[in-house]
């Protein structure tokens, strides 16, 4: 953020507040601090003075101005109005001076040992739309903001968005629309829209307040009152104390380096190789053969000399030449000493299949293997995965089936059920994948450098990641970000729900934040968030073979009337917005179709229609630039059968391509089980296809709006 | 609703009232009439008093006591605050007689010819938590109730819920518990709770009234304040002039006596039966004979002897012997003359496959034939469908292709292409169907006759409706709440949202109206709404297998650890509740499971166990009668390979089933593509099961509850 647009904030005088309070070993500010912490950033707040007796508090209520209000000053008290520390709306001296004794009385009474400073005096605000600024430390993704409505709107009704910090005026322009209360920011029934410029900067000077000084956990400015033309906040809150979450990190070049070793190995060792059917080392190796792979492969086990027909050493130092990736097949109480000679072998990366790590509780265990790892200069995947495949070099490292559709999809699990769903699905579905990964507990490679090499990688087009955790929320923001403007990232994050969080925690000790957070770090990281394990599947297969859209104009073009309304319900559940078709295009159209069909959008051709028909008005929307995206409905009838309209679809799209006219199209096709087939034949030439559906092509043209969007391909 | 439990109500007082304004022609009723009529309905407002003239609204606010309202008394203002009609919170003399002048003067100016008939001094009333309650009437379901927190949330914040009239103080307790503000009425932050009772009362009269008196068009009590101990309408505006929907329908033993006949026919006319292959009446007779329907088939065609080897007759009335149902495949131009043969010769039902009526524009050809078919005793099906099909009979009374898989499960679709989409994804899915019916445009067999008919046919278990308006909605409401007693009934209504209710519109000339009455209506029915196509068609297919669940009970068991973080996840977005397993039963699974498994719930028995692990604990949740309903997570395994899985469920499920336990089961299978295989072996035994998706198995039971909840098969 270009914070030198804004006003000059005065860093020093928060350092030296925030120097005070450590060293007093305080983690509550009080209110003078918590203000003047405020007006160092440039927060409005109301006239205000300090007083430490009764009398001086009528005098400064004098001068500011009746009616007043008086709020405790106190290192020990956190929640003001909990221990009796407010007393509001006060109109006259008497008034004033009772007050201050009520609050004295309350504070002591509150917690006998409590220092008591006096009283803040604060002029009245008069009133305006009440809204909360708050500032919190996720466990994942650090300094977040929060924007809500005040009083019952955020605590009641949950009617909250969240940012993370820094927050750009911009972005919290967006958070402001974000909430189910805009509309009253907006102003409803003829009322005045609340200063949104002056609010987006409290939201962002906020944000980069514990950007600039992450000690800060807690900011709470609630309420803060916006009027069309300000806004001031009436209280302030600031708890200290928070810990930077420090990791490790390798820097990018490193990781890529790794990493390309680690996809592209020209060697690779089965540490735990087994003669034995039914064994993990024997699949390991027998995958590795079967699935074509072109570098060397060399059986690691002490007690053989030769495993599926290739020579075995005893250990991984034994084997002549480098060694870029070992895969391991040996039990959990090994690995951190063959992984030690691996690092003195100079191996990449060390593939732990084994589980008996944290995810049955033996955390101490992995941290010890991880301790190794990092002195070995070894990175670690894993441990407790299925292993990992990357089609361009024929690469199956699993101990599963060999997978070798070659295609563009990048997808990566932490659970491994999930893992072989992948599997499944992108063969059952002809989904061509550049990789799959199995991430597991994560000890070490994380989505972070996958997304790394996914950037670099000339064979992934689109990324697709189940989580159920991020360990390092603001390294994957930071990769996701870079990656997203160029390809899809698509996320299922796992756990979303209250129940869902719960099994997360018991199967893998995840703990998960709160998930609008997710959603606010998704949308900062360009990142489609996938809310089911269908939906990551569906969109990444159809992401890779949608073009980016150029525009939010989306035209129906349907055969069945019946299809065009499930289309058009669709569009709006998934945010689509149904082009409004210009009055030259509406006559073209209506030139090619029957006189009952009907333009306007959907453009319904009727279901009687010969090919041409269909042809005649794919072609006009396809060759008209106002045109961004299609939907097709089509409508099985004897005159255009399912295939006669794969074959037009494709002509006339090929046509389209020709002439540069590249834009994203779905198809919905109904009718008799012909259909399934019309489909393959339409998603072969990169148009997703579904029978007997109507939500699924619309909710596939959407990520791909959504990705759009996101990622600045496209103007809004 | 049985009003004999609440306040006498004083009937006559409203229709004096009523009287009166039908009169004197006016739609709008006064103030005090409104209060009067409220009054008679027990609906509390506060203390008033009529008065002409500034001093008598003074001595009335003196007796009232201060503060007060003065509110505009006139037949010619509907909506008094624009009017300048309204003054609050008048604190003496002076300010009641001021704003008495003002009145007069307001409403003269707003409408120089309008009525002035003095003012209503109120009792301010003290104060409470806002809701508005509503009645209104809808085109399609006639009288509904609306109920919303008042202020900014229901106008601003569309925080609003439905009911149809007459709403029970049980159905309105449900009603407020629906909003999005519902904690507010439920005391927040140490408030108490607003008196429900009174506040149900309130709703359940104001439902009471309009039902009473169909010609109240509109009642508006807004707001209306509640607070712990009653509730109190401070303004109350009723609007009157609705017209009743008259809508002719037989009764309910002519329907299924037709439909009987319609469904079982010993005989079928074809009228335009063609001997020329493409023609729709070509089509028509192939698929009556290819299907193998049993009974006679008689080809009206005037030029022909013979069609497809059978006589040819040139009248229907030249059949020899009783027909049931006569297909008409003739142009639209021709159909009434045909319709008045059928009827002389006793014909029970006309299948009107012609286009060329309301749906082209040509609504008053579709009225006169209706107007023929009426006098002729004819029930009709269509116009423009594709006919329909009913497979025990074999019966494909249809120009698409024969279908003849019997099941349970009968479906029909206003669209066409809808229809064509069931017809292929049964085929595909092996999905059993009773009976596939084309509705069109509706002219007169609609939902609510097959609804009668589907309650008393053995065939058919589940019923699945696509609708893109409903042409009554209370003799809809009326045979479904009887039907889904006994069976599921599915609906999809297209043209949910805005974009697709402006395609519904220009498609069928269906005019939606609020989609929040249809969720109020399908509630009340007990029919389950399916939002997509997708929905529809998965529903119902799994409703079929699915036995009714018994309680809300939900245990997951899987062996992906991932599986069980979506499945929870999913079962939050479906509403399911997980079990909390009692202690007795978790200890019985930790038993069963590694030490590393997890029980609770989900019960992960983890990926590397044999298929006695499986067995064993999905044994135990079948036996065990706190458990209500299983849903299964599979890991695609070496040990447990996906048939092992399969087979083995099967035998479990069997044994429970020989023992009485039956109960809900559905099973997400993640692994390679072998697992599709399972999927189907599971779903020939009664299983839902999803290759590759964690959300499919866990909506498709969702239904199943919702079916259960609101057909009170099960105990809440």
């Known amino acids: 953020m270009d914070t030198e647009r804004g006003p000059a904030l005065n860093r020093a005088a928060v350092a030296e507040i925030l120097t005070r309070a450590r060293e007093s070993q305080r983690s509550t500010l009080t209110v003078t601090e918590a203000v003047a912490i405020c007006r160092a950033y440039d927060l409005p707040l109301p006239d205000d003075g300090a007083a430490k007796d009764a009398a001086s508090a009528a005098a400064a209520a004098a001068r500011i101005g009746y009616p007043v209000a008086l709020k405790v000053i106190s290192a020990d008290i956190s929640h003001k109005s909990d221990a009796g520390g407010v007393k509001l709306n006060l109109k006259n001296d008497t008034d004033v001076r009772q007050a201050f004794g009520d609050i004295a009385a309350s504070a002591k009474a509150y917690a006998p040992g409590a220092a008591f400073d006096g009283v803040l005096v604060q002029a009245m605000s008069a009133g305006g739309r009440e809204v909360i600024v708050g500032a919190s430390t996720d466990p994942t993704f650090g300094k977040v903001i929060a924007f ?10 949950r009617d909250v968005t969240f940012g993370l910090a820094p927050v750009s005026p911009e972005r919290a322009r967006e958070m402001f629309s974000e909430i189910r209360g805009y509309p009253i920011l907006a102003g409803t029934r003829g009322d005045e829209p609340v200063d949104f410029e002056a609010l987006a900067g409290v939201v962002s000077r906020v944000s980069q307040l514990v950007t600039d000084f992450p000690e800060i956990a807690e900011v709470d400015l609630n309420p803060v009152f916006a009027t069309p033309s300000g806004a001031v906040a009436v209280d302030a809150r600031i708890v200290v104390g928070a810990v930077a979450n420090e990791r490790p990190r390798p820097d990018t070049a490193s990781i890529v380096a790794t990493m390309q070793r680690t996809m592209h190995p020209k060697s690779v060792a089965v540490i735990g190789a087994s003669a034995e059917e039914g064994k993990i080392g024997y699949s390991v190796v027998r995958n590795l053969l079967d699935g074509g792979y072109g ?17 075995a050493f005893k250990s991984v130092e034994d ?54 790892a990092r002195a070995s200069n070894v990175r670690v995947m894993g441990p407790n995965i299925y292993g990992y495949y990357y089609t361009p070099e024929k690469l199956c490292a699993t101990f599963c089936t060999p997978y070798t559709e070659q295609g563009s999809v990048a997808l990566s699990s932490q659970s491994g059920g999930v893992g072989m769903a992948i599997v499944g699905f992108s063969r059952s579905h002809n989904m061509g994948v550049s990789a799959i990964v199995g991430l597991g507990n994560k000890s070490d490679i994380d989505e972070d450098d996958l997304l790394e090499f996914y950037a670099q990688d000339p064979n992934t087009k689109v990324i697709a990641m189940h989580v159920e955790d991020i360990k390092d929320g603001r390294a994957f923001v930071d990769a996701a970000k ?16 209250v129940q869902g969080a719960r099994a997360a925690a018991s199967h893998t000790g995840a703990l998960a934040g709160v998930d609008q957070v997710y959603d606010a770090a998704f949308r900062e990281a360009g990142v489609v968030r996938a809310r089911t ?37 669709a569009c709006t559940d998934y945010g689509l917005k149904l082009m409004a078709v210009p009055p030259d295009l509406d006559a073209a159209f209506r030139e090619l179709i029957p006189p009952f069909g009907a333009s306007g959008n959907p453009i319904d051709i009727t279901g009687g229609e010969p090919p041409e028909t269909y042809k005649k008005a794919i072609r006009l929307a396809l060759n008209d630039d106002r045109v961004h995206s299609l939907a097709l409905g089509y409508w099985h009838t004897i005159i255009t059968p399912p295939m006669v309209f794969a074959r037009l679809v494709a002509e006339v799209v090929d046509e389209g391509r020709a002439a540069g006219n590249v834009k994203p199209i779905v198809a919905s096709l109904v009718g008799d089980v012909e259909v399934e087939e019309a489909c393959r034949f339409l998603e072969e030439r990169g148009i997703p296809a579904y029978p007997y559906a109507a939500e699924r092509p619309i909710a596939a043209l959407a990520a791909a709006y959504q990705w759009a969007r996101r990622s600045g391909k496209m103007a809004n």
Chains 1, 2 share one sequence.
């Not at 063959?338 to 589980?355: F, T, Y």
């Not at 997203?484 to 990232?489: F, L, N, T």
């Open 148 to 157: 809500g409505l005040g009083g019952i709107h955020a605590e009641v009704l």
């Open 295 to 311: 570098g060397k492969i060399y059986p690691v086990n002490p007690r053989l000399a030769e495993i599926q027909g290739l020579p």
């Open 319 to 372: 084997i002549p030449g480098d060694i870029d990736v070992a895969v391991f097949a040996i039990p959990a109480a090994f690995v951190a000493g063959a992984i030690e000679q691996c690092g003195r072998k100079g191996v990449a990366s060390a593939i732990l299949i084994p589980s008996g790590f944290a995810e049955i509780g033996e955390k101490q265990l992995q941290d010890d293997m991880i301790a190794v």
């Open 482 to 497: 870079r990656v997203a403007k160029e390809k899809p990232v698509i996320v299922l994050k796992a756990g979303r729900t």
């Open 533 to 569: 394990l269908e939906d990551l599947l569906d969109w990444s297969r159809a992401l890779a073979m949608l073009p980016t859209p150029k525009g939010e104009n989306v035209l129906i073009v349907t055969g069945a009337g019946g299809s065009g309304v499930l289309l058009s319900d």
